[in-house]
């Protein structure tokens, strides 16, 4: 089966795929040398009764919910072109971030609105790839031929300021179909100039390679934004014994020295695992490695002499924070344990933050075959649009009247009316002065007491404004 690339970038009402929603998508198929091919796909999301978009993320876009209103198509119409004309057999879809990102609000999106979350990424050959952690290993490994720019003495690795210099044009950043021209020139930039680290990395996002590289390899190279600017996003990681499972493992970043964990508990490993990069404290230098969300990893006999002398990857200190790591096994096992201690502590945060938006429980399980043969007969025509699908999973059921509330409100019944209308109140309204209704329009208030606000940023305000008006329920309606 012919292997196309598919580039998208979205353009979203806030950055949590669990409380937001797509405004704009926009992307462009290719061939595997960055060839045009079929007509570019640009799209307006309608927003919906029950959401309210971060002003500052308007403020960034232009984009305001009523413009999605009169330009755009529903969720379910947007899946359906998804469905039919995007995710075709053998697309690698191609991204900026995308697989922390986009990807996420894809499968949330898919989600609420009743299908499969995953398929569009694995049935029939399709797959994924990140271009954001190809240029960090790049820049790090094989920079030669391509200007990387830095902004206050500091790499950035940022669409925009690569475009500019490298001589790219670049319309309108922040602007999907934009970002994604942008983005197709820089991929193609990158294969031109480095194309057998190119393709190693096209082979490396199949997650069965990651597993082969991190089985093979006692030590090996990994790139990710979470690794110190000091050395380009740029380690050299050991496996933590115990935590390898068929999803992923643990990885101990050996540029820092271990001996400053030896002596911490599973409960002080985990604190200091959650320590922000200003906070004080030193954070416990370990990252998960998924692998099958392309992680950029590489043999660590790739790396040049030249290549340490200039990411400042010391191989003596190195060396010697591998051997003592390997001589504390019982840091290990604690690494295992505080993990296990972060994980227990996400899902009950996740539980109780998000106890009013079953859209936020995608990941606490999978949707068996029969569900899955209903939703299918849900979407299979126009007709067949029916809130008397009883289905096996709780989550589908409480999601059924809001997907046709939304969708299609001509077919809302009193009793779908009621729960939406509930739904909507207590999205709005739970918390008090600490709700989202709040926080909204403090928020607005804030934006519009800045000094040197421009003329768009005040229509831009106004028209939030207006929407909330226009949306909020009475909190005396109940």
């Known amino acids: 089966m012919d292997k196309r690339f598919f580039f998208y970038d979205l353009e979203t009402s806030g950055l949590s795929a669990r409380d937001s929603r797509i405004m704009q998508f926009a992307g462009q198929r290719t061939d595997l040398d960055m060839n045009l091919l079929d007509e570019s796909h640009n799209y307006l999301i309608k927003q919906t009764e029950d959401i309210l978009p971060d002003p500052e993320a308007i403020m960034i876009t232009g984009i305001t919910p009523q413009k999605t209103i009169e330009e755009g198509m529903t969720e379910d119409e947007f899946i359906k072109v998804f469905n039919d004309k995007i995710s075709t057999p053998g697309t690698i879809f ?5 697989i922390s990102f986009d990807d996420e609000f894809i499968r949330f999106l898919l989600f609420r609105n009743l299908y499969d979350s995953y398929e569009w990424q694995w049935r029939d050959e399709r797959s994924k790839w990140d271009m954001l952690d190809v240029i960090r290993t790049t820049r790090a490994l094989r920079p030669e031929g391509i200007e990387w720019p830095t902004i206050n003495n500091k790499s950035s690795n940022k669409l925009e300021d690569l475009a500019k210099a490298n ?17 197709i020139a820089i991929t193609k930039l990158v294969k031109d100039k480095q194309p057998k680290l190119f393709e ?11 597993m082969e590289l991190v089985n093979n390899e006692v030590r090996f190279i990994h790139v990710a934004g979470s690794y110190s600017d000091e050395h380009e996003k740029t380690s050299i990681v050991c496996v933590v014994d115990g935590s390898q499972t068929k999803q992923g493992v643990v990885v101990y970043d050996l540029t820092i020295d271990p001996e400053l964990f030896k002596d911490m508990s599973p409960e002080e490993l985990a604190l200091s695992m959650r320590l922000k990069r200003d906070d004080p404290g030193i954070r416990l230098p370990i990252k998960n490695i998924q692998y099958n969300r392309c992680p950029a990893v590489a043999p660590e006999i790739v790396l040049k002499d030249d290549d340490r002398l200039r990411l400042k990857l010391d191989k003596k200190l190195i060396d010697e924070n591998y051997k003592k790591f390997l001589s504390m ?20 945060f996740y539980s109780d933050s998000e106890k009013y938006s079953v859209e936020a429980s995608l990941y606490d399980g999978f949707i068996d075959n029969q569900d899955k043969n209903k939703m299918n007969q849900l979407h299979s025509s126009s007709s067949n649009i029916s809130s008397n699908i009883k289905f096996l999973d709780k989550r589908l059921n409480q ?30 309204y739970a918390g008090d002065n600490n709700s989202r209704a709040a926080k909204y329009y403090m928020k607005l208030a804030e934006l519009e007491s800045r000094d040197n606000i421009t003329s768009e940023e005040k229509y831009l305000i106004e028209e939030l404004k207006l929407w909330g008006e226009a949306i909020m329920p009475s909190d005396s309606d109940f």
């Open 399 to 428: 999601l059924l009247p809001l997907f046709i509330a939304r969708n299609y409100p001509k077919l809302m019944n009193e009793n779908i009316h009621s729960i939406y209308e509930e739904y909507r109140q207590k999205y709005f």
């Open 94 to 98: 191609v991204g900026y971030n995308n």
């Open 167 to 183: 001589n790219i044009e670049h319309v309108r950043a922040h602007d999907a179909m934009s970002d994604v021209e942008v983005l």
């Open 200 to 210: 190693f990395l096209l082979n490396m996002r199949e997650k069965n390679k990651v």
């Open 329 to 348: 096994p019982e840091l290990s096992s604690n690494i295992v344990s505080a993990q296990k201690i972060l994980d227990d502590q996400r899902k009950s």
